[in-house]
């Protein structure tokens, strides 16, 4: 979660410090964000950056 409270200067920023951080692929990185968002304890802890990607998550959900 820390990674989607920080703001980033541009394109490739966020996915370079995924794989440096985290040593992950971007790809997997957002495959267990994706599943964190539905977790009722990442909700308890950070409800401010839960409920703001799930909200961005479901707005793309509704454009396909």
Do not use: C, F, H
Request: aromatic share 4%.
């Amino acid at each position: 979660m820390a990674l989607e409270r920080r703001s980033w200067a541009g394109p490739g920023a966020k996915e370079r410090a995924i794989r440096e951080q985290l040593g992950i692929s971007p790809t997997r990185y957002y495959q267990l964000l994706n599943a964190l968002l539905d977790d009722r304890r990442a909700l308890e802890e950070n409800p401010v950056t839960v409920n703001r990607l799930r909200r961005v998550r479901d707005a793309r959900r509704d454009r396909r």
